[in-house]
């Protein structure tokens, strides 16, 4: 069964980085479009930044500047790069991918940024 698989998060202080992955395994699946959402506690999950499989990039826009979405072809995984983080980024992430059919969403990581 194909599932992907998150890594990455942790604890940071504010200013640092973190860079979050998410890898499918367990089959094939032809990523088209890519999202990185993400859930604070008591909040909405929210979209953070989506790469389409055109290749152009959304960002809300309370990460733009700071957040990179990018993907790894070759290795079927796709990244959140994050810098300048900020206590307000604290929330789990979640990747989704999106293929010719469904979509696939990742199990989350949690990130915590402390001031």
């Known amino acids: 069964q194909v599932q992907l698989v998150e890594s990455g998060g942790g604890l940071v202080q504010a200013g640092g980085s973190l860079r979050l992955s998410c890898a499918v395994s367990?089959?094939?699946?032809?990523?088209?479009?890519i999202g990185w959402y993400r859930q604070a506690p008591g909040k909405e999950r929210e979209l953070v930044a989506r790469?389409?499989?055109?290749?152009?990039?959304n960002y809300a826009d309370s990460v733009k500047g700071r957040f990179t979405i990018s993907r790894d072809n070759a290795k079927n995984t796709v990244f959140l790069e994050m810098n300048s983080l900020e206590p307000e980024d604290t929330a789990v992430y979640y990747c989704?991918?999106?293929?010719?059919?469904?979509?696939?969403w990742g199990q989350g990581t949690q990130v915590t940024v402390s001031s």
């Open positions: 367990g089959g094939t699946f032809r990523i088209n479009a």
């Open positions: 790469l389409s499989s055109a290749g152009s990039t």
């Open positions: 989704k991918v999106t293929g010719a059919v469904v979509s696939i």
